[in-house]
T-cell receptor
Framework: GAGVSQSPSNKVTEKGKDVELRCDPISGHTALYWYRQRLGQGLEFLIYFQGNSAPDKSGLPSDRFSAERTGESVSTLTIQRTQQEDSAVYLC??????????????FGDGTRLSIL | AQTVTQSQPEMSVQEAETVTLSCTYDTSESDYYLFWYKQPPSRQMILVIRQEAYKQQNATENRFSVNFQKAAKSFSLKISDSQLGDAAMYFCAYRSVYSGGGADGLTFGKGTHLIIQP
């Protein structure tokens, strides 16, 4: 596709359920990032993938959060036993090169997660 | 850790006028990258302009320009000839040239909501 694609666009679930969010990066982009944006806030960095390895997981808020990536393609962010504080927009971004290059990150439209 | 501060939660400007959005940051690093992103209601973050810290010349992209003051750690965005389509949240972001410990991601400010009045 032409841009970063995220699914679902919106997700409503009950507290305690597990959720899985998907990100399809731009074809050929080796670097992939997940961010969380709470209402009225800026983006918080969660995790970075270079290829299918995650050299930087420092932003994951708890062990309920995990992510994986298949090759230089799709990534999934999984939140187990969701809590109301997990309600936010989860944004994915990709870039052509490694994280510390000057290449900008290209963002998807995000998944709005609402925990009831 | 780096921090980015946007002190203006909301700004309003008349169409065709010029507006400046402020951003300051705190870092002990000498080399880094700075970005301005725009987020319309569609939620997608769109790159507006970027600046490499080692470059003294201020970046410009058509109606958008920055005033980068490295010593003051200031990175303001000027929008000239404001248009209705410029209405959005604007986020200032910092990225280290180093890796690990959260440095791989962008550090964002809390954003400025820009309103364009017709």
């Amino acid at each position: 596709g032409a841009g970063v694609s995220q699914s679902p666009s919106n997700k409503v679930t009950e507290k305690g359920k597990d959720v899985e969010l998907r990100c399809d990066p731009i074809s050929g982009h080796t670097a992939l990032y997940w961010y969380r944006q709470r209402l009225g806030q800026g983006l918080e960095f969660l995790i970075y993938f270079q290829g299918n390895s995650a050299p930087d997981k420092s932003g994951l808020p708890s062990d309920r959060f995990s992510a994986e990536r298949t090759g230089e393609s799709v990534s999934t962010l999984t939140i187990q036993r969701t809590q109301q504080e997990d309600s936010a927009v989860y944004l994915c971004a990709s870039s052509p090169l490694r994280a510390n290059s000057n290449q900008p990150q290209h963002f998807g439209d995000g998944t709005r997660l609402s925990i009831l | 850790a780096q921090t980015v501060t946007q002190s203006q939660p909301e700004m309003s400007v008349q169409e065709a006028e010029t507006v400046t959005l402020s951003c300051t940051y705190d870092t002990s690093e000498s080399d880094y990258y700075l970005f301005w992103y725009k987020q319309p209601p569609s939620r997608q973050m769109i790159l507006v302009i970027r600046q490499e810290a080692y470059k003294q010349q201020n970046a410009t992209e058509n109606r958008f320009s920055v005033n980068f003051q490295k010593a003051a750690k200031s990175f303001s965005l000027k929008i000239s000839d404001s248009q209705l389509g410029d209405a959005a949240m604007y986020f200032c972001a910092y990225r280290s040239v180093y890796s690990g410990g959260g440095a791989d991601g962008l550090t964002f400010g809390k954003g400025t909501h820009l309103i364009i009045q017709p």
